[in-house]
Antibody, heavy 123, light 102 residues
Framework: QVQLRESGPGLVKSSETLSLTCTVSGGSVTRGSYYWSWIRQPPGKGLEWIGYVYNSGSTKYNPSLKSRVTISIDTSRNQFSLKLNSVTAADTALYYC???????????????WGQGTLVTVAS | EIVLTQSPATLSLSPGERATLSCRASQSVRNYLAWYQQKPGQAPRLLIYDASNRATGIPARFSGSGSGTDFTLTISSLEAEDFAIYYCQERNTFGPGTKVDF
């Protein structure tokens, strides 16, 4: 059973960098066709895809966040990470990591999720 | 960029009733659509992928249909545990959600 767990500071100061790590157990981040995604959810609102990383290190980001986001992967530790710089109160949200299947003749679906971690941006 | 619209925003039903949720894409997404259920305080759970395939462990009362731009999630007979928010997703985009409540 694949499990994901987010870790990182729950409080970040405005204009600083939010950094989170997702540790994967029960499966390898190097498995083909699986991408590793970050999704966030502001309190009381819907889901927003942030971006993904593949085991090769290739990435894709939400255009609205692209200038501030970096997602990286550490295959030796079976982890992937999110950095979001120049944060504001609008970045306060529950941040989820998830496994994202993107096959050749299939869409995308997120089949395993972490429990989420709340990050609050304080002024 | 594809935009997903879900309707209705809220669906008020009773246990045992049939729920029909709609997701519409701004352009064709073939059958590349997934559905998720989210309960308060929990991460979303994958229900349906590629429009009509139930994910592992999902009860048969959940079914998905559609292709192109119009998709439907049907819950044939609501159980108490089904009252939640449902999201559709196409690759990098989520719909705004439909809340199913009493």
């Amino acid at each position: 059973q694949v499990q994901l767990r987010e870790s990182g500071p729950g409080l970040v100061k405005s204009s600083e960098t939010l950094s989170l790590t997702c540790t994967v157990s029960g499966g390898s981040v190097t498995r083909g066709s699986y991408y590793w995604s970050w999704i966030r959810q502001p309190p009381g609102k819907g889901l927003e895809w942030i971006g993904y990383v593949y085991n090769s290190g290739s990435t894709k980001y939400n255009p609205s966040l692209k200038s501030r986001v970096t997602i990286s992967i550490d295959t030796s530790r079976n982890q992937f990470s999110l950095k979001l710089n120049s944060v504001t109160a609008a970045d306060t949200a529950l941040y989820y990591c998830a496994r994202d299947f993107r096959g050749g003749d299939s869409g995308s679906y997120l089949d395993y999720w972490g429990q989420g971690t709340l990050v609050t941006v304080a002024s | 960029e594809i935009v997903l619209t879900q309707s209705p925003a809220t669906l008020s039903l009773s246990p045992g009733e049939r729920a029909t949720l709609s997701c519409r894409a701004s352009q064709s997404v073939r059958n590349y659509l997934a559905w998720y259920q989210q309960k308060p305080g929990q991460a979303p759970r994958l229900l349906i992928y590629d429009a009509s395939n139930r994910a592992t462990g999902i009860p048969a009362r959940f079914s998905g249909s559609g292709s192109g731009t119009d998709f439907t999630l049907t819950i044939s007979s609501l159980e108490a545990e089904d009252f939640a928010i449902y999201y559709c997703q196409e690759r990098n985009t989520f719909g705004p959600g439909t809340k199913v409540d009493f």
